[in-house]
Antibody, heavy 118, light 113 residues
């Protein structure tokens, strides 16, 4: 059974770079699309972007190119970088698998809360 | 971007009664090539990630109780819980996967009356 686990700092200062990693266990990262999704406290879900196992990416254009998603198939991990963070980037960040390459997400990681504050 | 709008924002239903949540998209989610609607439903309980319930508007994910059903086509969709159980208290989201950027509805909070 595939499981995903996010890791990274819980607190980031404004204007700095946020880096998160999602580790995939119980299955191979190969053959799938892998997404990052975020949820500000008490609010709804926002898709950030995905990466295919071969490295191709697709980002949400509303987020103004501040995000970079990368993948390391040798470690069964993919990562998210967000530069120039502001308080508006405070959210729970989830990683998730596009289970059938059809755009729906299953499974999800448990999520990691990232707070942007000085 | 495709805008997803859910109604109502919150809903209180008695145990054993039917709960109905609506989702409307700003454009059709029906792919004519395969006659599938690219509309997904999730359930999110407090402190947990969303859980996939239904994809292709009406196909129940494996392991999801059959009291959950999805219907609709084109731009109008419905999630129905036929007999509300206490464990169904959650926020429910619809999501379009017709094209990127994938977008979600704002969520519907379901409570017990």
């Amino acid at each position: 059974q595939v499981q995903l686990q996010e890791s990274g700092p819980g607190l980031v200062k404004p204007s700095e770079t946020l880096s998160l990693t999602c580790t995939v266990s119980g299955g191979s990262i190969g053959g799938y699309f892998w997404s990052w999704i975020r949820q500000p406290p008490g609010k709804g879900l926002e898709w950030i972007g995905y990466i295919y196992y071969s490295g191709g990416t697709n980002y949400n254009p509303s987020l103004k190119s501040r995000f970079t998603i990368s993948i390391d198939t040798s470690k069964n991990q993919f990562s998210l970088k967000l530069n120039s963070v502001t308080a508006a980037d405070t959210a729970v960040y989830y990683c998730a698998r596009d289970s059938a390459s059809m755009g729906w997400f299953d499974p999800w990681g448990q999520g990691t809360l990232v707070t942007v504050s000085s | 971007d495709i805008v997803m709008t859910q109604s109502p924002d919150s809903l209180a239903v008695s145990l054993g009664e039917r709960a109905t949540i609506n989702c409307k998209s700003s454009q059709s989610l029906l792919y004519s090539s395969n006659d599938k609607n690219y509309l997904t439903w999730y359930q999110q309980k407090p402190g947990q990630p969303p859980k996939l319930l239904i994809y292709w508007a009406s196909t129940r994910e494996s392991g999801v109780p059959d009291r959950f059903s999805g219907s609709g086509s084109g731009t109008d969709f419905t999630l129905t819980i036929s007999s509300l159980q206490a464990e169904d208290v959650a926020v429910y989201y619809c999501q379009q996967c017709y094209n990127t950027p994938y977008t979600f509805g704002q969520g519907t909070k379901l409570e017990i009356k």
